[in-house]
Structure formats: C-alpha cells, structure tokens
C-alpha cells in the first residue's frame, strides 16, 4: 500500500443483516420497521462511544467509516472491538449479521446543492465484496485493513490472536470471532465488569447453536451456521463452549424482563 492510500485513506466497516428478503416477505411492516430499528440503535451505539464515525444506511445493509483520514492501527484495534458488541448484541437478538472491514480510498460529500450525501470508494467496493464472498455469520478484515498494523511495534494483531479475538485466515482475509468476550467471562467469571457482555456473547451463541442444528429449511441458510459454529469450535477451548451451554447467566436478561 502506497504512502498516499496510508495518509488519505479511510476505514470501512459494511454491515448486512442475512435473511432480510425473507423476512420483509413473510413478516409484517412493523415487525420488519423493528428489527430495522434494532439494528440501527446497535450501530449507532459504537457511534455514540467514538465520535469519529459516521454511517449510512440503506435497507437491511450499514456502513460505518471513520471520518479521518489517515491510517491509524490504534482505530483499528478500537474498531475491532466495537464491531465485535455490534455484532455479539444483534446475534443475542437473534438477528444474524455479516461483513467486513476495509481500509483505502473513501470520497463521503454532500452533493453540489447540499441536500443528499455522496458516497463511494474503493475501499466500501472492497469491504462489500468480501462481505459477499464469506459463507458464514461474522465479520472479516481485509488485508488492506490489517496488514499495515502487522508492521507495528508491538505488534498487536498477534495478541489479538493468542486472546481469541481473531483468527488470520490463508486466504489473507483476518475473521473476527461473532462472540469475543465469552472466553474472558469464561477466564474470569467472578468479574463483575464483564457482566453485560457475558449475558450477550452466552445468548448469541446459543442462538448460533441452535440455528446450526436445524434441518427442515434451505440448507444454504444452515451452512452459514455450521460454518460459524465450526470457526467457533476452532477459535474456542471445548471447555469454553460447553460453559456457555450450561451456564445460567445466559438466561438473566429474560428473567429481567418478566
């Protein structure tokens, strides 16, 4: 990556929910207007924690970019962790998520006449193809996001990975884990500070569980779901996942509800 595309680039995360077409078919507008809401309030959540991130919307698909130019792998590591509540919290909805994040030429203006946003890159082409290519329910990282903060010092990536946050594919692409503070509540579990994202990260893999155990619909759906659970299964000690199979704190936001 040239000295340029590192000064005046931007991240790109794209975000689409998986199943929407079927949903807006079989269920009706104020069901499909809640779940569209539910996702919205998810993303603009990380927004309201950094400041630096815009977004747009369209439909079942989100995209959030950071604002600054210029790379910048402390971002990245602030991004990975944001993308990772964003998507434990939509899948401990029930609500499946892909995609992936990217880092290179982003052009985000108003038009001439400053009513609508102009939004375009090669950067969001990049992160949209890699969305599309992944047969599973996560988010990955492009090479082009990732691969200038290898040459960091510390290198940090590698951390990432022994704390089972990430995996770096041989495809290149790095795969993001859907539930990444399960191994620390799993690690920790007196911790009290960890408390809100045990209840998630536990009910978002049971839902991954669950979802990969069903044989009566299109089996195209199903293998996004094995996939998952085998990443997970690769990423995560045995131990692990079979805590977040037995443990009762998994079921505390419902009873709080009732």
């Known amino acids: 990556m040239d000295d340029k595309?590192?000064?005046?680039g931007q991240f790109v995360l794209f975000l689409d929910l998986l199943g929407f077409r079927d949903i807006v078919q079989t269920q009706p507008p104020w069901k499909v207007y809640k779940l569209i809401n539910t996702a919205l309030n998810a993303c603009n959540a990380i927004r309201l924690l950094d400041s630096s991130l815009g977004m747009v919307h369209f439909s079942d698909s989100f995209v959030i970019y950071g604002?600054?130019?210029?790379?910048?792998?402390?971002?990245?590591k602030r991004l990975i962790v944001l993308t990772g509540s964003v998507t434990t919290g939509l899948l401990a909805r029930n609500m499946p998520v892909r995609g992936s994040i990217a880092f290179g030429d982003l052009t985000v203006h108003k038009d001439y006449n400053g009513m609508f946003d102009v939004f375009f890159g090669?950067?969001?082409l990049e992160a949209l193809d890699a969305e599309k290519r992944d047969d599973w329910i996560g988010v990955t990282i492009c090479p082009s996001a990732w691969k200038p903060a290898s040459d960091k010092d510390p290198p940090w990536l590698p951390k990432m990975q022994e704390q089972r946050r990430l995996i770096v594919r041989e495809d290149g692409m790095v795969a993001l884990n859907p539930v990444p503070n399960l191994i620390c509540q799993f690690w920790q579990k007196q911790d009290r500070n960890y408390r809100g994202e045990l209840v998630s990260d536990i009910q978002a893999y049971r839902f991954l569980k669950k979802e990969s155990e069903v044989d009566d619909r299109d089996k195209r759906v199903t293998s996004k779901y094995r996939a998952t659970m085998d990443f997970l299964h690769t990423i995560l000690p045995p131990e692990c996942?079979?805590?977040?199979?037995?443990s009762s704190d998994g079921n505390e936001r419902g009873r709080k509800k009732q």
């Open 5 to 8: 595309i590192l000064r005046d």
């Open 67 to 76: 604002s600054t130019a210029g790379y910048d792998d402390y971002f990245l």
């Open 122 to 124: 090669k950067a969001l």
């Open 241 to 246: 996942l079979q805590w977040a199979e037995s």
